[in-house]
T-cell receptor
Framework: GQQVMQIPQYQHVQEGEDFTTYCNSS?????IQWYKQRPGGHPVFLIQ?????EVKKQKRLTFQFGEAKKNSSLHITATQTTDVGTYFC?????????FGAGTILRVKS | DGGITQSPKYLFRKEGQNVTLSCEQN?????MYWYRQDPGQGLRLIYY???????QKGDIAEGYSVSREKKESFPLTVTSAQKNPTAFYLC??????????????FGPGTRLTVL
């Protein structure tokens, strides 16, 4: 069945360093969504990408959707302590979303 | 103040007891979902409902049951048949039946511990 793989599982960076998490699907996706979950909190929607090769920015966050629509990435420039949490990608499967396992980001100040 | 509420935040039960987790939304969303979250495994779909009085099994439905008698409510029962029920349970909703293309809004979650 469709799987959404996410790497790395965990990353610990120094404040000010960049961070990237990658998402790969075994099948072509019609869209991909990204969510952030703060420690002790619940997932919050960040963005949805639909078009092949699409790039969207939200302040220091840059989201990309691959040309083949099977992979995506989230890049954070100059991380801050407020960026800590788990970042999930999610791709559609019928009327459901399949979530990646998430990348846990820790930031050392 | 619109949103999704789940109660309680923490729940403790003895092994062998059924327990029902509540989920209420006032966003007027058609679709609702229940996920289970375990460390390192992301979110796994238990059940989902696209419309009142209808619901479908997700990937890990065994040992769980749901009902959708009202649009705003989607309670989840963790039965004694669930072999490893201790987990963080998240309820979510999305605006319509195109759940895979609409963002999902999550409740604050219920952390269930079975002793």
């Amino acid at each position: 069945g469709q799987q959404v793989m996410q790497i790395p599982q965990y990353q610990h960076v120094q404040e000010g360093e960049d961070f990237t998490t990658y998402c790969n699907s075994s099948t072509t996706l019609s869209n991909i969504q990204w969510y952030k979950q703060r420690p002790g909190g619940h997932p919050v929607f960040l963005i949805q990408l639909v078009k092949s090769g699409e790039v969207k920015k939200q302040k220091r966050l840059t989201f990309q959707f691959g040309e083949a629509k099977k992979n995506s990435s989230l890049h954070i420039t100059a991380t801050q302590t407020t960026d800590v949490g788990t970042y999930f990608c999610a791709g559609p499967k019928g009327n459901k979303l399949v979530f990646g396992a998430g990348t846990i980001l820790r930031v050392k100040s | 103040d619109g949103g999704i509420t789940q109660s309680p935040k923490y729940l403790f039960r003895k092994e062998g007891q059924n327990v029902t987790l509540s989920c209420e939304q006032n966003l007027n969303h058609d679709a609702m979902y229940w996920y289970r979250q375990d460390p390192g495994q992301g979110l796994r779909l238990i059940y989902y409902s696209q419309i009142v009085n209808d619901f479908q099994k997700g990937d890990i439905a065994e040992g769980y049951s749901v009902s959708r008698e009202k649009k705003e409510s989607f309670p989840l029962t963790v039965t004694s048949a669930q072999k490893n029920p201790t987990a963080f349970y998240l309820c979510a909703s999305s605006i319509d039946t195109g759940g895979s293309t609409n963002e999902q809004f999550f409740g604050p979650g219920t952390r269930l511990t079975v002793l």
